[in-house]
Structures are given as C-alpha cells and as structure tokens.
C-alpha cells in the first residue's frame, strides 16, 4: 500500500499525512522554502482542486514542514507541484518521502502509461532524477506563462 511504502522510512517524530495543508501551512511553506509567494486567495482556489496532496508534520512541533501535490486529468496527465520542505528539516529524506507518496498513489490508481511532469527548480533536480525524472530539451522545453 502506498502509505506505507512512503512511512518507511519517514524519520522519528514526522507524520506523513494524505492530504493538503491548511491554507496558512500552505503559504507559510511556499515562503519559507523558497517557492514564489502565493495570496491567501490563491491557496483557496488551489488547494481543493489538486489530484492528490501529502504534508508532514513534525510530531513534538505540531508544524506543518513539508508538502507536495499532484493536479492532473485522472487519465494520463499529471503535473508535480508545490514540493517544499521547510530549511531546518531538509536532508532529512522528507521530500523524497513526500514524492515516493505521490508516485506511488499514480502507479496505484491511474492507467498505465500516464504521463508525469514538473518544473525542477535547482535545488530539487537530485531528488526528480533519483525518481526517474529526465530532462527532456532538447526535444522539448518547460514553457510557462504568468497572468
């Protein structure tokens, strides 16, 4: 099962937890993990709308301190987003943890075949390629649009 698959693993004194975030939690680990900010009226649109979505807590703490999500069709199309671990809990295989979650619950749950994709920013390109991510240029390129 893949909650377990992605629990072992998982260091002493951190839950990993099958959903999203709060919306404070939510925009408190894009800020202080370095992803763009986002308003509070971002997060409530986009939070009920993902695939599927995964946080930990460190347990003596209660806080939030990291997260990641899918947003896809259900069929064959899936996009790997808000991937953070806060600062002081880095290095620590929480964000490999949060990503074998989510990998986990495709190979599970959707069709064979789906296609998966992200926006590696520097720091995380280790960890994709660890997962089987590839860098696709010169074939094709991340392009992207902001409103």
Not at 62 to 67: A, F, I, L, R, S
Not at 121 to 131: I, M
Request: without cysteine.
């Amino acid at each position: 099962m893949p909650e377990e698959g992605a629990l072992a693993g998982l260091p002493d004194h951190y839950r990993l937890v099958p959903d999203v975030p709060g919306v404070e939690d939510y925009l408190r680990l894009r800020r202080d993990s370095g992803l763009t900010p986002k308003t509070r009226e971002q997060a409530e649109a986009a939070l009920p709308g993902g695939w599927a979505a995964v946080h930990v807590v460190h347990e003596p703490s209660g806080q939030t301190v990291g997260m990641g999500r899918l947003i896809g069709d259900g069929g064959w199309y899936f996009h790997v987003v808000d991937m953070a671990v806060l600062p002081d809990h880095q290095r620590r295989g929480l964000g490999d943890r949060i990503l074998t979650h989510l990998l986990d619950l495709l190979r599970r749950d959707v069709p064979p075949g789906a296609y998966v994709t992200l926006m590696a920013d520097g720091p995380g390109q280790r960890l994709y390629a660890r997962h089987g991510f590839a860098d696709q240029a010169p074939r094709t390129i991340g392009m992207s649009l902001v409103l």
